[in-house]
């Protein structure tokens, strides 16, 4: 578990700076660089997502049961990955109306895929590390927004609709996709047991 924590401690702390510390990042920019920040950002963020994966692993069997969710909450966490994997596309393509209607679609994102698998997963490891991602997400998007000048955030980019479109069937492919094999190679398990 300790190397679960640590993990977690190394990679959301990094993505935490502007949370805690506003002025830590453009301090360190000045002093050493851009270029300089960006790597140990990434250097920090690859050793913890390293570590949680390892310690993940090694402490999801042997950690102790706090809760037992019912067997249909598999399902909502299906339902609800499926919105988490269309919000991750909308992230990462051109802008569509969605993500000026969402604003923050990767902080959703990550907020429901803590949260689904929250309602899926009692044992300690799992709650520590999606109670983790989901503290982290709600914290970060109140920072945003705190962050923005008084009484509004900025207009957020929109485009056509043939952009969300193609969010969503992208989404829903990687959905389809770690439904039927990716989660259970990736993981060891599969989400769906029939």
Same mark, same amino acid.
């Given at each position: *578990?300790?190397?679960?924590?640590?993990?977690?401690?190394?990679?959301?702390?990094?993505?935490?700076?502007?949370?805690?510390?506003?002025?830590?990042?453009?301090?360190?920019?000045?002093?050493?660089?851009?270029?300089?920040?960006?790597?140990?950002?990434?250097?920090?963020?690859?050793?913890?997502?390293?570590?949680?994966?390892?310690?993940?692993?090694?402490?999801?069997?042997?950690?102790?049961?706090?809760?037992?969710?019912? *067997?249909?909450?598999?399902?909502?966490?299906?339902?609800? *990955?499926?919105?988490?994997?269309?919000?991750?596309?909308?992230?990462?393509?051109?802008?569509?109306?969605?993500?000026?209607?969402?604003?923050?679609? *990767?902080?959703?994102?990550?907020?429901?895929?803590?949260?689904?698998?929250?309602?899926?997963?009692?044992?300690?490891?799992?709650?520590?590390?999606?109670?983790?991602?989901?503290?982290?997400?709600?914290?970060?998007?109140?920072?945003?927004?705190?962050?923005?000048?008084?009484?509004?955030?900025?207009?957020?980019?929109?485009?056509?609709?043939?952009?969300?479109?193609?969010?969503?069937?992208?989404?829903?492919?990687?959905?389809?996709?770690?439904?039927?094999?990716?989660?259970?190679?990736?993981?060891?398990?599969?989400?769906?047991?029939?």
């Amino acid at each position: *578990m300790f190397i679960l924590i640590v993990g977690l401690i190394l990679f959301l702390g990094i993505h935490s700076v502007r949370i805690v510390a506003p002025g830590f990042r453009d301090r360190m920019i000045a002093e050493r660089g851009e270029n300089a920040w960006k790597g140990i950002y990434t250097l920090v963020s690859f050793v913890g997502f390293g570590l949680i994966i390892w310690g993940f692993s090694l402490a999801r069997f042997l950690a102790p049961i706090l809760y037992t969710p019912p *067997m249909w909450m598999a399902h909502v966490t299906l339902l609800l *990955m499926l919105f988490s994997f269309i919000l991750l596309a909308v992230y990462g393509m051109p802008a569509g109306k969605i993500k000026a209607a969402v604003k923050h679609p *990767m902080l959703l994102a990550v907020k429901l895929w803590a949260f689904g698998h929250l309602l899926a997963n009692g044992d300690l490891a799992s709650v520590l590390l999606f109670g983790g991602f989901l503290v982290w997400a709600v914290a970060d998007r109140i920072s945003v927004k705190r962050r923005a000048p008084v009484g509004e955030e900025p207009p957020a980019e929109t485009g056509p609709v043939r952009n969300d479109i193609a969010a969503i069937v992208a989404g829903t492919v990687v959905y389809l996709l770690f439904v039927w094999k990716l989660h259970e190679w990736l993981f060891g398990f599969p989400p769906v047991v029939l």
